[in-house]
């Protein structure tokens, strides 16, 4: 909706800002579209008067599905005004808008987004990741000391909201990997890691002491949102390369008590799992 006095934009989206940045990638989206800057733009709550039958905010989709639907909605616009701005010589934003108001333009434009109305096509996400952690064999401790990321984002929308994004997917499968446990009772299947007294998420001290991130730009995606890829969820299976690296620093460990043969590991790689899989016995301490 375009208000006719001041030239101001108010937005409404079907995604639930949850800190993924979709209010900020739609903001973004729409001022590139309508050529305005983004303090003119508000981005107001979401209802279901305004987005009826919203679909689902996750699978990393909420913030491009949104933004898709709001680049055809701004070219809805577009069109509504061009009739009034082609009569005028080259006009401000704020001075169209109040012609297209005295001349009866509708100012406001909606459009819902739909994946087969859309002609939406999937597309690959590509990354790399290289893990290194440090093992204590005989506490079962582990720290990871560095962490190179690299995603492909194509041509980002929103290059620092999307860095948390990637980031914050990779300390997801990060705590999956590593602290994350659940367990259930064998007799009634009730769980037992129902708090943070035992399920433990990861804190500022299990990130990576070395964390460099980095985006690939594979160039326009045109099955995207203005050549983008999404980000969030991806990342996260990169968290299995702890796992990897927990695994070969246990092997390395093992090789030195002359343990060559193969052993059973499971995720996450909790602090009691690497204790036992590093299999230090008493034999092997030398008391000085």
Sequence with gaps: SVYHDDGSVAVTHGAIEMGQGANTKVCQVVARELDIPMDIIRIKPTNNFTNANGSVTGGSMGSECNCAAAVIAC???KNQMKAVKDGMENPSWKDLVKKCFMTGVDLTAHHMGHSTVDSLVGYNIWGAVVTEVQVDVLTGM??????DLLEDTGMAISPEVDIGQVEGGL???????TSEQLRYDPTTGRLVDNSTWHYKVPTCLDIPADLRTEFYDSGNNPNGVLGSKVTGEPSVLAGVSVMFAVRMAITSARADAGLTDWFPMDGPATVESIKMACAVTKDRLTLL
């Excluded at 582990?142 to 962490?147: F, G, K, L, T, V």
């Design 75 to 77: 070219q809805s616009l």
């Design 142 to 147: 582990m720290s990871i000391a560095r962490c």
């Design 171 to 177: 300390i997801l499968g990060l705590g999956l990997w």
